[in-house]
């Protein structure tokens, strides 16, 4: 009996079906579920997992205590108490195992879904002899393809180069975060910090931006704007110097023209530029876009992507790839979207032209084309679901589309001997906007028809004040883009990096700013370990992960290098431990200070409302007591934010509770 191990339930289901002759026989062992069909005659079992089943960990335990290096692969379970449901998991290919002949990897074609299949085989079925299916959608065409054109081995280079980032991650991970917890400890105070490889280089990104913005002095300037109208069309112009930081300068021509009433139009320029169609996405891109347009989170888009994929409804989303291949099948692809009642139009306007070719992006992904809808009918999906799916249907159809056009006019008016200059910009031929809609962030700032030396009517002149901005905060769509462009992180790791740094309380909010004691870790790393955020470093490593996957270097130089400079840090952090701890436990003080400070206190106005903890949990009151007994209580287990605003009716402060599931 042959037996195929796929990543997660849902996948093994779609393989079952794609391969079967006929009956799919679902059966199960301790619950988890495997199917039993048959395939040219020959018997198969198509088991599964539920991700990765192993983690790296201590041979055995050692507290506190770091540099930690000997470390094996072992069961999640026996490591994380929470991850019991691994254990079925993991018998239950053990007991299919026992059985097989035969093995085919069928788990995600990436490092990660290698590493999964290489433990799977290594641990529970022991051997490391397979066969390995490579597919980039669960739809039965590919699924077959992937089958009948199986790989002889797993790839051996994604194997080992993904083994190497999982030592990599948890020697700096579990070191430096045991570094750090033991020196908040040696102050006098206890709390779990962590750094790693990745998340120190980008917290560094954030709290360097953080820096610029408080250190940021706006600085004041004018500007001069003349408001006319014509065929009952606002026009807005600009002085010609723009921005004017001489105040006497914006003045006296303010000054100059203030009274005008009317002027002339001395020169009209139009400019027409092509816009191509968009590249299709890889999965940064869609993180992008769909934080752009619904808010949602890179986190969340890629575990909907996931949800997408495994029901067969797009290819497989953790790719790098801007490129779509013709093997696909374009046809076929528009064939089956046009189905579809709500992509009917679109899809066949791109299948009356003469060639279908998609613009395709300069990225590329060894393993995986960009991402694309299969054409499968979805036939319910979550609202958000929803949006993911067809804001990657469209994207996918603009990619086919024709250039757009948009014309820029650009008008000078002449006033009392100065000049202004008006903009409008509109599209003159749509392209692939209509395609892409409601998805296109393009303004139309149309301007009325003007000849030169028309006079216009002037309907106001102001002299305007304005400052200059600081640096935008990032947001976890611009991160996320901001550490792919320094090659920081993997496509998949990326927004999972972002989330711990909010988990850990060094970032907060949507726009996001770094807290107190994210600015204080850096700092101080910054001071004793700069080589734990030098993104070189990092850099070099995700290069020589990169060579092994080409088989140019083996696991063991990578991690023998990176042992001897981890070494390094973590002797020099010991000598320091005492100073480290103190300045962090001073910026851990001043976040718990601001986080429990909710505003003054509207009764007394002497006192803060803090949130205090008692014998019964968390309540808010004013810490002018005895003198205030203002207290409100917390449910509980809900989490409180303050907020920074004031109730208009009551005066109360205004805060946000959470309660948690």
Known sequence: ??????????????????????????????????????????????????????????????????????????????????AKYAKNFIDALSFLAKKATSFTIACDYDIEGEVIGWNILRFICKTEKASRMKFSTLTKPDLLKAYENKLPTIDWGQAHAGEARHYLDYYYGINLSRALTNAIKSAGSFKIMSTGRVQGPALKLIVDREKLIKAFVPQPFWQIQLTATEQNKKIIALHEKGSIFDQNEAKRLFEKVKD???????????????????????????????YRCFGISPTQTLSIAQQL????????????????????????????????????????????????????????????????????????????????????????????????????????????????????????????????????????????????????????????????????????????????????????????????????????????????????????????????????????????????????????????????????????????????????LAAKMEQQREEETIGVCPICKEGVLRIKKGKYGKFIACDNYPNCKTIFNIPKGAKVSPTSEQCPKCGFPIVIIKQNK
């Open 1 to 82: 009996m042959e037996l195929i191990i796929c990543e997660k339930p849902k996948a093994a289901l779609q393989i079952a079906l794609a391969l079967s002759d006929g009956k799919t026989t679902k059966r199960n062992y301790k619950g988890i579920p495997f199917y039993e069909i048959k395939h040219k005659g020959d018997s198969i079992t198509v088991g599964a997992a539920a991700g990765h089943l192993f983690t790296l960990a201590e041979k055995e335990k050692n507290k506190w205590t770091y540099p930690i290096f000997d470390i094996e692969w072992k069961p999640i379970p026996e490591v994380n108490k929470k």
């Open 260 to 290: 005008a009433k009317e002027a002339t139009i001395s020169d009209i320029k139009k400019k027409t530029s092509k816009q191509l169609p968009p590249t299709p996405f890889d999965l940064t891109t869609l993180q992008t876009e769909a």
């Open 309 to 584: 994929y495994l029901a067969g409804l797009i290819s497989y989303p953790r790719t790098s790839s801007q490129q779509l291949p013709a093997k696909i099948g374009f046809k076929r692809l528009l064939n089956a979207l046009a189905k579809n009642p709500n992509y009917t139009n679109l899809a066949n306007q791109l299948l009356s032209k003469k060639t279908l070719s998609p613009r395709n992006g300069k990225k590329k992904d060894p393993a995986h084309p960009a991402i694309y809808p299969t054409g499968i009918q979805p036939k319910s999906l979550a609202k958000n679901q929803q949006r993911i799916y067809d804001l990657i249907v469209k994207r996918t159809l603009a990619t086919f589309s024709e250039s757009a056009e948009r014309q820029t006019i650009t008008i000078k008016i002449s006033c009392k001997g100065e000049n202004f200059i008006a903009k409008g910009t509109r599209t003159t031929k749509p392209g692939w906007h209509l395609f892409y809609k409601p998805y296109v962030d393009l303004k139309e700032e149309e301007l009325p028809e003007l000849i030169e030396k028309q006079i216009i009517s002037v309907k106001k002149i102001e002299l305007l004040k304005k400052t200059t901005l600081p640096p935008k905060r990032y947001t976890q769509a611009s991160i996320i883009k901001e550490l792919e462009s320094r090659n920081l992180g993997t496509k998949a790791t990326r927004a999972q990096i972002i989330q711990t740094l909010y988990e850990r309380g060094y970032i907060q909010g949507k726009s996001i700013k770094a807290t107190e004691l994210g600015i204080a870790l850096i700092e101080t790393l910054g001071k004793y370990c700069p080589s734990v955020l030098d993104e070189k470093l990092t850099r070099r490593f995700e290069q020589e992960m990169e060579e092994i996957r080409e088989n140019k270097k083996t696991t063991e130089q990578v991690i023998s290098e990176a042992k001897k400079i981890l070494t390094k840090i973590l002797n020099e952090f010991k000598k320091k431990e005492e100073a480290i701890g103190k300045s962090l």
